[in-house]
């Protein structure tokens, strides 16, 4: 088994469980839908169990009109983040809805959410949402909702600044208008880059507050240091290096809504474009139940069989903190999947080699019941938009 953390260690992730305990730490999802789907081949027949976050992908794969989708997170104020979006699917048009969580602000946020939305909410999410809503409901970029809770603390910093700084702001903001690859990495590596990896920069983004705020847990830091010769900060340029370098900008909503502090009509998550909307609104939308539960929790309260899990990042923290925890989650997983499920993870492992130490109760060593596609994951970690996890993994149970 992984050798138990050290105190400092302890002590890093006791700041992170305060901060998750008592805040929304996804404003937006920061794991590339596009990518999933591909990995996921989601159909008809299945029935879905996602780690919520901030709900985003969890109405994208809706799009792909599963049969249903189980939204499942620990931590109730991400439940309640999807559960007003769900709302507003269902009692909103869409130039209001698209004010709401594609501008992150609407200037009667208030009155709609009182005339409209909290009486389809959960009284938890009612109660939060009472004391919140008026995080939509400013009226300058620098109050979008997209720079409340614990990431958007972190993009408002990045954004003030950056403000301070008029020729790099000017250079960034030009280079979400590229519609040209060469151009976009020509004027990256003469414009942006140059002024963006100085001291300042390099100094915050390794800061261990910096992370935790950014839903980053310390055994996921400690791991980037170790695969990476330049730490945390030199994983995190080198991503950064490669979005903007590699891969076209133009719909890379993930990072272009902390630079404007909004999306736009054309670059935007699925679910925020006027037909996919429709669609949602249409019935597909009803198609997700969210909950708030642990995976193994609400594993183990279903009678439902599952075939597509989307597991986010979580067991790299539980692999250290929670092994057998972990241990019983893959149990409640194997009880609970279908014998063609396929399951996607990320972590900052690029091999996920803590999976070789997990013993699940009643089926053995993890490994020896798993089939990784690693060629599938490799190609498409390269399109990935975010770009922000060393590793990518796809696996189908094994017979």
Known sequence: MPAQPALADRLHQGVFDALYARSLVYNTCWEDPAVDRQALAIGADDRLLVITSAGCNVLDYALCAPARIHAVDANPRQTALLELKLAGIRRLDFADFFALFGEGRHRHATELYRDALRDALSPFAAHYWDRRIAWFGQRRDADSFFYCGLAGLVARGFRAWLRAQPRLRGAVEALFEAHDLDAQRARYDAEVAPRLWGRTLTWAIAQPLTMSLLGVPHPQREEVARQHAGGIAGFVRASIDYVFRELPVADNYFWSVYVRGRYTRECCPEYLKRANFERL???????????????????????????????????????????????????????????????????????????????????????????????????????????????????????
């Open 281 to 399: 609104k249409g019935g597909l939308a009803a198609r997700v139940v969210a909950h708030t539960d642990t995976v193994t929790g609400f594993l183990r309260g279903t009678s439902e069989r599952i075939s597509r899990f989307v597991l986010l990042d979580h067991m790299d923290w539980m692999s250290v903190y929670h092994p057998q925890a972990l241990a019983d989650e893959w149990a409640a997983i194997f009880a609970r999947a279908t014998p063609d499920a396929r399951l996607i993870f990320r972590s900052a492992h690029a091999a996920a080699d803590y999976l070789e130490h997990i013993r699940v109760p009643g089926a053995g060593r993890l490994p020896e019941r798993l089939d990784f596609d690693r060629a599938l994951a490799a190609r498409l970690q390269l399109q990935d938009r975010v770009h922000t996890y060393a590793g990518f993994h796809i696996a189908r149970l094994r017979a």
